[in-house]
C-alpha cells in the first residue's frame, strides 16, 4: 500500500518536471554553431533533460518518422547544391543513409547523435526534420508552433492587427475554426465593410496564418483602399496600443514611409 501510494503522489511531480523541462527547452535558442531546424534541437535537448521516451513520444506527436530502436528519420540538406554525395561523404558525416538524391542524405538518427551531427554539418549544410503530416500542415510544423503552444506561448495578452485590401469567406473560415471568433474590425474609408462578397480571401488567409500561430492574442482586422487608408489604418492601430501589425500588402513602385523604397 505505501509503494501504490508513493507511486500515485510521485506521478505529477514526475509530469509537472516534465512540463517545466519543455517550457524551458521552448524558450532555448539553438545555438549559432547547430544548423538544425528548431523542432530536432528541441527534441534532442529533450532525450537530454527528461528521457528517451519523452523525446520518442513528442516525436510520435509531431508525426515524426521513428525507427522502433529510438532513432528518428532525418534529412541532411548541403549548401552546395550542385555536387552529389557520395554514400561515403555521408557515413563520414555519421549518417548511415536511407536515401540519397543530390544534395540531401536522409537516415535514421538516434535522439543523442541530432546535435553532434548538426555540429558536424556546421558550414557544409542544415539537418532537417521529415514528417508524416500533410501538405497543409507544413507552415506549422515548420514553425514549432504546437511546441510554442504546449509550453503556453499562444499570444495570450497581446493585440494584433492586421491591414488587408480583401477579407473574402471571412465568416466561412470563423466558422470551420480557422479564425478568431472574437475581433475587432476597422474599415478606411467609412463604410468599406471588412468582408464582401468576393472570390479574394488573401486578408482572410493572413489572418488564418495569424490565428495558427497567436490563438490566445485579441485581433484588430482593417480594411483598406488606397494609401491615404493604410497609413490611417497603421496610426488607428497604434492608437489602440496594438503591439503587432501585420501586412503583406504592397504596391508597385512604391517606397515606405521612411524612404527605404523608390
Known sequence: MKILTSLVLLLPITLFGQVDAWER?????????????????????????????????????LEFLVHPGGAIYVEAIMHDHDHGLTGEEVRALGMDPELIWR??????????????????????????????????????????????????????GITIGLIDRNYGQLTSSINAGQAPTDIDTLAFPAG??????????????????????????????????????????????????????????AGYNKGWADDSGP
Open 25 to 61: 527547452i521552448v524558450a532555448e535558442k539553438v545555438p549559432a554553431d547547430l544548423p538544425m531546424s528548431a523542432m530536432l534541437y528541441q527534441l534532442a535537448r529533450l532525450d537530454q533533460e527528461v528521457g528517451r521516451d519523452a523525446a520518442l513520444a513528442r516525436a510520435a506527436e
Open 192 to 249: 468599406n465593410v471588412v468582408e464582401v462578397s468576393t472570390a479574394n480571401a488573401h486578408g482572410t488567409g493572413c489572418l488564418e496564418a495569424l490565428y495558427d500561430n497567436a490563438p490566445g492574442a485579441s485581433y484588430v482586422v482593417c480594411r483598406i483602399i488606397g494609401d491615404a487608408a493604410f497609413g490611417t489604418a497603421v496610426d488607428s492601430l497604434l492608437a489602440r496600443n496594438v503591439q503587432v501589425i501585420s501586412t503583406s500588402s
Open 103 to 156: 544534395y540531401i542524405a536522409s537516415a535514421y538518427v538516434p535522439f543523442d547523435q541530432l546535435i553532434p551531427l548538426a555540429r558536424r554539418l556546421n558550414g557544409l549544410g542544415m539537418l532537417q526534420h521529415a514528417s508524416m503530416r500533410a501538405e497543409d500542415f507544413e507552415g506549422r510544423l515548420a514553425q514549432n508552433v504546437d511546441g510554442y503552444h504546449t509550453a503556453g506561448k499562444d499570444g495570450a
